[in-house]
């Protein structure tokens, strides 16, 4: 609930001004039992649920919200407004409410600071011919996604506004607030609007019974991100359909439900179509606080208020220090922002390398009792929770069910058990009474039980010897109307509890030694960024090459789309990289093994003839892409069809054959959007309108055609479709099924296609052909064996996760960077190395990795029979042999740092040879039997 | 007979989801049949089938692993 | 830059962008200041339903 103010100083040594709201509640005291909100009798729009239903003046954002604390609206609560009410003080059952809380100001020193203050969804109350205000059933996207959610106001059961049915037929208008500059003035497209907007349509039919009946009206279909485009065909095939059109007007349906839609084709054609809903694809604005913040840190913003950055330092603002990630930077999806968030953290990181560590501090603790073979001696903690637990479940009635159980010497009822004088009081108890094992009967482990575990190690005992009972949110809070049936669930929990804390075992703290050293395989642009960011880090790193030039791509392109030259920029990156004292640089080198995992890796690499070892603990893979050599549009057979990177050196070149050509055409989607590469390239609709603009530039009579399947210049770059169509250049659309043709005659090369508009077919004499062909990956195969990592389909490294961890790949310790994860331009390259120079830096800061002790280990009764090997997901386990009794036997051995602790080959093993430490057979055994003989 | 059977089930629950799921529909308030008796496991991969044979056996009306 | 440099950073704005960029800095040996004008991190990621292309529950 804070807020910057102002920033002074400079860079590496900020003061920051924050203001910071009044919560009105006691964070260290408010225990979420949510009282305060149930008493509340002040009804407020929820905004988390855009308004669609009501929260109390006391609340809570969301189910899930971190932290997990109540808050007091002070606008809207009748006691701070008028003087009276008070409820929630009087329910409170820990005295968290506070009322004089007040606003105060606090100064922070910081060295660098980083904004991600998102977006605005675009208002369309503006728009009057689509009447948003008045029609009920015409919402906007993210009020559809809250409808849609089953954390929303209608449980994820579909319903529309109006009169609360379920609707059959839904439309979704795209473009609402993007893409146009009448009452607007958001030229830009919002990048992510066509993809959501199918994942609606996609995901509607997940949420409604029956038939459903989904229509989109679109411009032109930004499927571009990585799988996009596959999402979209499928969509089609689901029956999802796709009519290009810009409707212009909604009228209200018959008796204010549904809507009314009016469209022209492009035949001029005009139609009527009722819908029982309508979803306006609103776009992403700059956060209506960006020029106060802007102000506040003196930063420049661009023409849409998006603050402004350059491509090769895409997180860098216009103030030495201040660094910007996400939609503040331009309107852009999740993975983008995960990456430049990461992006930022590296630029932050390297700037301030010189203090690393020194604001932060570790805990220590008292030395560990080993109680491995010490009777099980089990002390039980029932948490009451206020009246959470206790007013449902009768708790002393748990607290003497409990005295019963095997094994257990103590048992105690807590008013709360988390509060803080409860753990210095369990810590007394454990050393008191001697106890080894310790069962808390409390909330959920998934909040909790960090903190327990972090009381038992100041205890003195493994903080593994714990076992939590969930008897509120998995009882008390469920079952509130069977106050019998909750307590005897309770103690059935409890004693499941109990039963699998007397097989609890200490489990062993381990960790990875890590060599603070990287390798970067690749020496394209996002390869030596990626070096020159772990480098400047203050770790050593090795860059390989497989040509005998650093550079790559980069330096066969002219300028990026924001108009910088790229040329001299990578130039100086190339002699950055060759000239850094912690760089080595090896070209004509292959990759030749890869052995170990996170923390340890080593290769051997073969460079110039020689053959080098090389020991790491992280790596980096930007292998890169190259261009396509097209096959069709006879490429190859007549000089004047070009590929776009072949004609950017004639355009370079100030031939004069491009200065007199009277016409120039271009092909989109050469090789992308059709089987065998089902995917967008990306960067090839900017790509022809840069070269368009120049070629019109150079000579406006020129004639310049761009054949286009959607022109796809997402983000800030549809300015330059904009111009381009205001230059002259014309745009023909073409079907898949009916591509342009080429032809030869007399030695001038033809291009006939069909006009869209004039529904007439178009034969162009072209001086120059240029085809926007595909960007495939380089050839990865053999890296892809040696570090066992996932490719996908299309030949693209892939990631970890495609939203939350863009950046790492599928094994730990190893990034990607650049094309070799997909077609990208240079901004959104730069961007991900300097990314995966924040996860690297994440793994080489420390010398030792700790790692959670929750891992797969042979048991004595594996006979070496592999089953659990293929199953591995992570490629954990290995066959070992060992000798025993003068006789070789097999058996599995699990690599603890590749480990995730999954139980996928514990479920696999027929013979009870392998266990995950935690959750073992016996436990989970112990834990179902026990369970069952309460029946 | 049939107003008092209450069936017995053992749920396998993965921490990252279905446990999270149950935690939530606390939060929520949602309010169901106290009849199912929660097992947490790192992942519902790690279920091994005779855990589940086990548990009918052992006399559970239903097993319902959730992940 | 200053001479004497500090090893804190302050972002702003909890969504999924200042999450990841907390925790990376946190990760690597800063001390964090993360700074959100609302009750709760999350921002607008933990609006969403579902996520494309994999539809995973975006929470």
Redesign the interface.
């Known amino acids: 609930m804070s807020e910057v103010k102002k920033v002074d100083g400079v860079e590496g040594d900020f003061t920051v001004t924050v203001k910071k709201s009044p919560r009105y509640i006691d964070m260290d005291k408010c225990i979420a039992c949510g009282l305060c909100a149930e008493k509340c009798p002040k009804k407020v729009d929820s905004e988390f649920n855009m308004g669609l239903d009501k929260r109390k003046a006391a609340y809570i954002l969301y189910g899930q919200a971190v932290p997990l604390k109540y808050a007091i609206d002070g606008e809207n609560c009748i006691y701070l407004q008028k003087g009276k009410c008070g409820a929630c003080e009087k329910y409170c059952p820990t005295g968290a409410v506070n009322f004089k809380d007040a606003a105060e100001e606090v100064q922070i020193k910081v060295g660098s600071l980083i904004l991600s203050p998102g977006f605005k969804p675009f208002d369309p109350t503006v728009f009057d011919t689509y009447d948003y205000a008045h029609i009920p059933d015409v919402v906007t996207s993210l009020e559809y996604e809250r409808l849609l959610s089953a954390s929303g106001p209608c449980m994820g059961h579909l319903v529309r506004p109006s009169d609360h049915s379920e609707p059959k037929k839904i439309a979704w208008m795209q473009c609402v607030g993007s893409r146009g500059f009448n009452k607007c003035d958001n030229g830009f497209c919002s990048s992510v609007c066509c993809m959501y907007a199918i994942k609606q349509a996609l995901v509607t039919a997940e949420h409604t019974t029956g038939d459903v009946s989904q229509t989109v009206y679109y411009m032109d279909i930004r499927s571009h991100g990585k799988d996009f485009e596959k999402y979209y065909v499928d969509a089609e095939k689901k029956g999802v359909k796709f009519l290009r059109a810009r409707p212009h007007t909604l009228i209200p349906g018959t008796d204010g439900k549904g809507v009314k839609l009016r469209w022209v084709d492009d035949q001029s054609q005009e139609h009527y179509e009722e819908y029982d809903m309508l979803v306006l694809s609103v776009g992403l604005e700059a956060p209506k606080d960006a020029r106060v913040l802007a102000e506040a840190l003196d930063i420049k913003l661009d023409r849409y208020k998006f603050a402004e950055t350059g491509s090769f330092a895409p997180v860098t603002s216009s103030r030495p220090g201040v660094y910007v990630a996400g939609c503040f930077q331009s309107p852009k999806d999740i993975p983008q922002s995960v990456t430049e968030a990461s992006s930022a953290a590296a630029s932050a990181a390297i700037a301030l390398s010189s203090a690393r560590g020194s604001l932060t501090k570790e805990k220590t603790y008292p030395p560990e009792i080993d109680v491995t073979s010490a009777e099980p001696k089990i002390g039980v903690f029932v948490c009451s929770c206020g009246i959470n637990i206790a007013g449902v479940i009768k708790v002393d009635e748990v607290v003497e069910y409990a005295k019963t159980l095997p094994g257990v010497v103590f048992v105690e009822n807590n008013l709360f058990t988390c509060s803080s004088d409860t753990q210095v009081m369990i810590a007394e108890k454990i050393k008191e009474h001697g106890l080894n094992r310790i069962v808390i009967a409390a909330c959920t482990p998934r909040t909790h039980e960090p903190l327990f575990k972090d009381t038992l190690r100041e205890a003195g005992i493994n903080e593994y010897l714990i076992e939590m009972a969930n008897i509120r949110n998995q009882n008390s809070w469920v079952h509130a109307k069977e106050p019998e049936k909750a307590t005897e669930k309770a103690k059935d929990q409890v004693r499941i509890a109990v039963a699998k804390a007397a097989l609890l075992c200490p489990l062993e703290h381990i960790s990875v030694n890590v060599v603070q050293k990287a390798l970067v395989v690749g020496g394209g642009l996002s390869g030596m960024i990626a070096a020159l960011g772990i480098a400047d880090m203050g770790y050593e790193t090795v860059l390989l090459e497989k040509s005998n030039s650093l550079g790559g791509n980069a330096m066969k392109l002219i300028k990026t789309w924001k108009g910088e030259e790229i040329k001299p920029q990578v130039q100086a990156v190339i002699d950055k990289t060759q000239s850094h004292p912690r760089i080595k640089v090896y070209k004509n080198a292959t990759l030749k093994s890869a052995v170990g995992s996170v923390g340890n890796f080593v290769s051997e690499v073969e460079a110039n003839g020689e053959t080098l070892a090389i020991q790491y603990g992280v790596g980096v893979v930007a292998t890169g892409g190259s261009e396509l050599k097209p096959a069709e549009y006879l490429y190859g057979h007549d000089k004047k069809v070009k590929t776009h990177q072949e004609f950017d050196a004639l355009l370079e070149s100030n031939d004069a054959s491009v200065k007199n050509a009277e016409s120039v055409v271009f092909i989109q989607c050469v090789g992308s959007r059709e089987p065998g590469r089902p995917y967008c390239s990306r960067v090839c609709c900017t790509h022809s309108m840069e070269s368009a603009i120049a070629l019109k530039k150079m000579n406006p009579d020129m004639n310049v055609f761009i054949f286009n399947r959607d022109i796809r210049t997402y983000g800030l770059r549809e300015d330059l479709y904009t111009e381009a169509r205001k230059l002259g250049v014309i745009f023909v659309r073409y079907e898949v099924e009916a591509k342009p043709t080429v032809a030869l005659d007399g030695g001038a090369l033809y291009v006939t296609g069909m006009d869209h508009i004039l529904r007439r077919p178009l034969k162009i004499k072209a001086d120059y052909l240029v085809l926007a062909s595909a960007i495939v990956p380089n050839q990865t195969k053999e890296l892809v064996e040696l570090y066992k990592c996932s490719v996908g389909a299309e030949g693209f490294l892939t990631e970890a996760h495609p939203k939350l961890r863009p950046v790492d790949m599928s094994v730990d310790g190893l990034f990607l960077a650049g094309l070799c994860h997909y077609p990208k331009p240079i901004d959104e390259a730069v961007a991900q190395a300097q990314a995966a120079v924040s996860r690297a830096g994440v793994i080489l800061s420390k010398s030792v990795m700790p790692l959670d002790s929750i891992k797969s280990a042979v048991t004595d009764k594996c006979d070496g029979c592999a089953l659990c090997v293929d199953t591995c997901p992570y490629n954990a386990i290995s066959l070992e042999v060992y000798e025993d009794g003068g006789k070789e036997h097999k058996r599995i051995a699990t690599d603890k740092a590749l480990c995730k602790g999954c139980g996928i080959c514990m479920a696999t093993c027929p013979k009870r040879g392998v266990n995950v430490a935690g959750f073992t057979m016996d436990q989970i055994s112990a834990q179902i039997d026990t369970a069952l003989a309460g029946f | 007979m049939a107003d008092t059977y209450e069936p017995v089930i053992i749920g396998f629950l993965c921490n990252w989801c279905a446990y999270a799921g149950g935690d939530l529909a606390g939060v929520s308030r949602l309010q169901y049949p106290p009849n199912m008796r929660a097992i947490r496991v790192m992942c519902s991969g790690m279920v091994h089938p005779n855990l589940i044979v086990d548990a009918l056996r052992k006399g559970a009306d239903g097993v319902i692993v959730m992940g | 830059?200053?001479?004497?440099?500090?090893?804190?950073?302050?972002?702003?704005?909890g969504?999924?962008?200042?999450?990841?960029?907390a925790l990376?800095?946190?990760?690597?040996?800063?001390?964090v200041?993360l700074?959100?004008?609302?009750?709760?991190?999350?921002?607008?990621?933990?609006?969403?339903?579902?996520?494309?292309?994999?539809?995973?529950?975006a929470?």
């Not at chain 3, 969504?15 to 960029?21: D, L, V």
């Not at chain 3, 700074?35 to 529950?57: H, R, Y």
């Open positions: 830059m200053a001479a004497n440099t500090l090893g804190s950073v302050m972002v702003v704005g969504g999924i962008a200042g999450i990841q960029t990376d800095l946190a990760d690597s040996g800063y001390y200041y700074v959100e004008k609302s009750a709760a991190i999350g921002g607008v990621m933990a609006q969403l339903d579902k996520t494309f292309p994999t539809n995973d529950c929470m």
